[in-house]
């Protein structure tokens, strides 16, 4: 199993980018995905998560939602992430993780593979 998250760099505040994760060694049509984000000396905080059933919804962090879209390209085994409106609090590396549920939650000991992470930085 690996995950590879790509898209990540420096935008000033309201502006957009999209992060990537291409899952290898499983299929992102079985397991809940999530992206989480981590501040140096903070906990990781989860963002948002896709359910690989059909009838749930995504869930969103209240610090993201309306402003964050998690999808997923099942064809590409590839998630993404598209942030819009990034405020300088949104600044933190960025990654990706695969959870043993078919659904999906925003804590991170419910995960157990993860990608190496992306740098975002959003300047004021």
């Known amino acids: 199993v690996q995950l590879v998250e790509s898209g990540g760099g420096l935008v000033q505040a309201g502006g957009s980018l999209r992060l990537s994760c291409t899952a290898s060694?499983?299929?992102?049509?079985?397991?809940?995905i999530a992206w989480f984000r981590q501040v140096p000396g903070q906990e990781r905080e989860g963002v948002a998560c896709?359910?690989?059933?059909?009838?749930?919804?995504?869930y969103y962090a209240d610090s993201v939602s309306g402003r964050f879209t998690i999808s997923k390209d099942i064809a590409k085994n590839t998630l993404y992430l598209q942030m819009n409106s990034l405020k300088p609090e949104d600044t933190a590396v960025y990654y990706c993780?695969?959870?043993?549920?078919?659904?999906?939650?925003?804590?991170?000991?419910?995960?157990?593979?993860w990608g190496q992470g992306t740098q975002v930085t959003v300047s004021s």
């Open positions: 896709a359910s690989s059933r059909d009838d749930e919804i995504p």
């Open positions: 060694g499983f299929s992102l049509d079985y397991w809940g």
């Open positions: 993780a695969k959870t043993w549920y078919a659904t999906c939650t925003l804590n991170p000991t419910e995960y157990d593979y």
